[in-house]
């Protein structure tokens, strides 16, 4: 194994080698009246001959830029910043060996006006940036005709399991974002949500792996952005957008207005769904002797609708202020169906019982968020503030109906059970930010954060046996809230030392939280205060190479399913109970990303340490009779220590894309559990993207994901397997029709063995991903116009 690793790893490394590249360019941006640096300046130097892109920048904090590893000869290039008019240079020749200097490049505040030209350009299919790794959807197999879920399985860094739980660098406590903003949903609520939205809603994909402390601090894995589309055109524009597909059946619809100082989009789409799976289970009891034993399959479907509405308005209010606003909704249904066939046989080897159980879910709700803004914009990414506020929230209704039938003993009537739940989540925020240079060289980061969290759940299960109500051990009634306060406070200093660029920061935290049983008169209290710290310190060596360093704190904290003590549930042999004394887990994360870029592409080499305490692990214990008992508890400590190789091969010609392998170690210590409860597991992982363009027209794609197995608190889970295949032909320059087949080679299998001093047991999932989907995407409109918000205030270059 370790063999082919190297192996792969030599090969990555080989595409990379630099041809006999030896000119370089450098040079500074200032603004022309005041003459202070800009950061943020985007440089783009193209082919004179066929206007390909071979290199672009982003200035630094001191205005400054380079572009190294370049061929002899002629170029033109472009510096520009929103809100300034772009500086052009179209006879810039650069000698085999040339070390040309451009000087000073002055940029004057004017409106940006866009030629009205198409041209070709390369692009890279992963851009570098100073705190983030950013994949376009448009280079991603599954970004037009699959899901969310689909698109976010093909990008390098990110692992994704059949359940479509996101996990980065072999953890899950993964925050996700929209549009810079975390997503009000969590746990099986956000996985279905992320397969419901289609992928070609998605522009790109930003993974930070080591947040500073400007970010919230949730999510002990870091963030993952996901940008949708805003599709910002003059006058009037907008696109459509229809898939078909075994899973996934939908229509969506985006439209632009924009006139003047005012830019309003507006969007909507309806999808329907519905796929299959299915689970095998054998789980032994070892307090008898022999063990009893219970063998459990599953078939399970899942079905329901999704529509998404949302709106929003940028007012210019000058050229540095503007107010914007954000509204949207996504009301969506299911009706899912799961069939359940149990065996019991208890220590004789004589099957004791014999049943099976259908239940039919009836699910509806949605999620709406609203978002009103100011922001003021001297120079981007440096000279600038904003205020805003947010609020959303998520209602929903479950009900399930289900029928118990029992083979063995005999005579035993069909048990009926009904359960239902109203469940709430509502969140609202206000948040200043300050950005401020001191200095040509040093900028100062400030804000504050004041949000509120509330969950509420009111839930029962009763049953009937031949019609009549009946009391079991399990009826139960369920009727809770959660509220949590939250005020943060965070400051960052930054500074560039010529070629060295620093970074330090905290965030100071103080969050009030409560947990009320109404059912059963029971509170529960916890007030906690957190420090988060974090640092940054790159060097850029020239000619495309830089080595940057990170550390950050993160937490997250548990939602209130964990925390519930009473869950109705009609299942008599599995039960999962929370725990109100769980804690949120902390994690410190190192990591040294080197990076070099050029013009065929870039790699990265980066290796990081992970550390999580107060992990969370989900504890089972099973009876003489066979009960399964779970529960949440603060049980372990995770460190994981890895490395991880990655490439983006630029599709200059016929071939593109991005690969990544890497090894990693992790032990999880839950002794404090029981003896022998600390594992360790050494791994390797590999995936990657390819581009082919088989005619002007048409291009091809692979995707192909091997995610290595990981350890549990009382066991441990396989290896998971990705793959698709994709096409997209252009019918017309507004028109693209797309094709995707996921899971090709039928190898999306998983399986997870756990087990302690009491019980033993294995789980194989089968999720059926094998599917084919189509999409097809018309625009109309003129050539965009550049807008820009708060959220995407740091966003880079993706040229």
Do not use: C
């Not at 505040?109 to 959807?137: H, K, M, Q």
């Not at 399959?297 to 050229?319: M, Q, V």
């Not at 029962?460 to 019609?467: D, I």
């Amino acid at each position: 194994m370790h063999r082919s690793l190297l192996g792969a790893l030599l090969v990555a490394g080989s595409l990379f080698v630099p041809a006999a590249f030896a000119a370089s360019l450098r040079g500074v941006v200032t603004d022309a009246s005041s003459h202070v640096p800009l950061e943020g300046v985007e440089v783009v130097l193209r082919s004179s001959l066929d206007s390909v892109v071979v290199a672009h920048a982003t200035t630094r904090a001191d205005g400054r830029f380079a572009l190294d590893s370049l061929r002899a000869g002629r170029y033109l290039l472009r510096a520009s910043l929103l809100g300034r008019a772009p500086h052009v240079r179209r006879d810039l020749e650069l000698a085999g060996d040339a070390a040309a200097d451009l000087g000073t490049i002055a940029l004057a505040i004017a409106a940006v006006n866009v030629p009205g030209a198409e041209v070709s350009t390369a692009r890279n299919t992963a851009v570098i940036a100073p705190d983030r790794n950013i994949y376009l959807a448009r280079d991603i197999p599954a970004a037009g005709a699959g899901s969310t879920t689909d698109l976010l399985r093909a990008v390098p860094e990110l692992d994704v399991d059949v359940n479509g739980r996101v996990s980065l660098r072999g953890s899950t406590g993964v925050t996700i974002q929209i549009n810079g903003r975390p997503t009000p949903m969590k746990g099986e609520a956000l996985q279905t949500f992320l397969r419901q939205l289609p992928g070609n809603r998605i522009e790109r994909v930003e993974v930070i792996a080591n947040p500073s402390a400007k970010f919230d601090p949730e999510g002990t894995a870091g963030i993952v952005n996901i940008v949708l589309k805003d599709d910002v055109k003059l006058g009037v524009s907008g696109s459509v957008n229809a898939y078909a597909g075994p899973r996934y059946n939908g229509l969506s619809s985006r439209i632009a207005w924009q006139q003047g100082p005012l830019t309003v989009f507006g969007g909507a789409g309806a999808s329907l769904y519905q796929w299959e799976y299915g689970s095998e289970s054998e789980r032994f009891s070892l307090l008898t002797s022999p063990p009893t034993a219970l063998r459990t399959r599953s078939e399970n479907i899942s079905a329901g609708h999704y529509l998404s509405f949302d709106t929003s308005a940028d007012l210019a209010l000058g050229k540095r202020t503007t107010l914007y606003g954000t509204v949207s909704a996504y009301p969506n249904g299911s009706a899912p169906e799961a069939d359940k066939f149990t065996s019991f046989t208890d220590s004789t080897g004589t099957e004791a019982s014999r049943f099976e159980r259908h239940d039919e879910t009836e699910y509806s709700g949605g999620t709406a968020s609203f978002t009103s803004g100011l922001s003021h914009v001297v120079t981007k990414g440096r000279d600038e503030r904003s205020i805003e506020f947010l609020q959303s929230g998520t209602l929903g209704d479950y009900r399930t109906d289900g029928v118990q039938r029992t083979q063995a003993p005999t005579g035993i009537p069909d048990e009926a059970s009904h359960s239902g739940s109203a469940t709430g989540f509502r969140e609202r925020s206000l948040q200043v930010d300050d950005t401020r240079p001191l200095g040509a060289k040093t900028k100062l980061e400030s804000g504050y954060r004041v949000a509120e969290r509330v969950n509420t759940n009111s839930g029962s299960v009763a049953f009937e046996s031949g019609g009549v109500p009946v009391v079991t051990p399990l009826s139960a009634r369920s009727d809770y809230r959660h509220r949590e306060v939250f005020h943060s406070g965070y400051v960052t200093l930054g500074r560039t030392f010529g070629k060295l660029s620093v970074q330090a920061g905290a965030r100071a935290e103080a969050a009030l939280t409560s947990f009320d049983v109404f059912s059963s008169a029971l509170s529960f209290d916890r007030d906690y205060r957190s420090l988060f710290p974090s640092a940054n310190a790159a060097w850029d060596f020239g000619k495309g190479r830089t080595v940057r360093a990170t550390y950050s704190k993160r937490i997250e904290r548990p939602s209130a399913g964990y925390l519930n003590p009473i869950v109705p549930t009609s299942d008599s042999l599995e039960r999962t109970i929370g725990n109100p004394s769980l804690g949120p887990r902390y994690t410190h994360s190192w990591s040294v990303d080197a990076a070099w870029s050029g013009s065929r592409g870039t790699l990265r080499l980066s290796p990081y340490l992970r550390r999580t305490v107060d992990n969370w692990d989900l504890v089972t214990t099973v009876s003489a009779s066979g009960v399964a008992t779970s529960t949440w508890r603060n049980a372990s400590s995770v460190r994981t220590a890895g490395l991880s190789l990655t490439g983006s091969l630029r599709q200059t010609g016929r071939f593109g894309g991005t690969m990544s392998v890497g090894l990693q170690q992790e032990r999880h210590d839950a002794s404090n559990l029981a003896n022998g409860f600390t594992r360790d597991v050494t791994g390797w992982s590999a995936n990657g993207n390819a581009s082919f363009k088989a005619t002007p027209k048409l291009d091809l794609q692979l995707y192909l994901r091997y995610a290595p197995p990981r350890t549990l608190a009382q066991g441990r889970a396989s290896s998971y397997v990705g793959s698709s295949i994709g096409a997209r032909y252009k019918v017309r320059e507004t028109a693209w029709a797309n094709v995707n087949l996921n899971d090709p080679f039928l190898l999306a299998q998983y399986w997870s063995e756990t087990g302690d001093a009491t019980y033993r047991q294995r789980t194989d999932t089968n999720n059926r991903m094998r599917s084919v989907n189509l999409s097809l995407t018309w625009t109309w409109g003129k050539i965009p116009e550049q807008k820009q918000r708060k959220q995407s205030a740091e966003q880079p270059s993706t040229e």
